[in-house]
């Protein structure tokens, strides 16, 4: 699903939080470069589907501007989703968002993370850059 848009519409959350939530054989799930930090509310419902997640062993949410709220609500929701071994979450502006390095101290299977970010050239951007205590924490 990488690159589809997926986010521009809050349909969007409500139907991958339902596939994740019933899924029984989901390993793997793509949503890179799309826009799920545009979904407002509906992260929430995404975090939800993910938590109660049993089987995804990957999952690659990089470049959807998810920010810290959206990191914070991706982060607490993989904290349950016990079979997770690689994940991607580069390119979301974390900012100081501790429920990274929490979630990375408590889970039992991560293995992979990725968390690159883009050096910041505008004043806005460094708002949200991981700073060096975020990357100390983790």
């Known amino acids: 699903l990488r690159f589809n848009d997926v986010g521009s519409k809050g349909e969007d959350g409500i139907g991958l939080s339902r596939m994740l939530s019933t899924s029984t054989a989901l390993e793997s799930l793509h949503l890179g470069s799309n826009v799920l930090g545009d979904l407002k509310g509906h992260i929430r419902t995404l975090g939800r589907g ?3 997640n049993k089987t995804l062993t990957h999952l690659d949410v990089s470049n959807n501007r998810l920010l810290p709220d959206g990191i914070k609500i991706v982060c607490n929701a993989l904290r349950t989703c016990t079979a997770m071994t690689d994940l991607n979450l580069s390119f979301n502006s974390p900012g100081r968002e501790l429920a990274l390095s929490s979630m990375i101290q408590i889970h039992p299977t991560l293995r992979s993370i ?3 970010e883009k050096e910041p ?3 806005s ?5 991981l700073d060096t ?3 100390e924490a983790i």
Not at 125 to 129: D, G, K, L, V
């Open 114 to 116: 990725g968390v690159v």
């Open 50 to 52: 993910l938590s109660s």
């Open 121 to 123: 050239t505008t004043r």
């Open 133 to 135: 205590r975020a990357k």
């Open 125 to 129: 951007e460094r708002t949200w850059w």
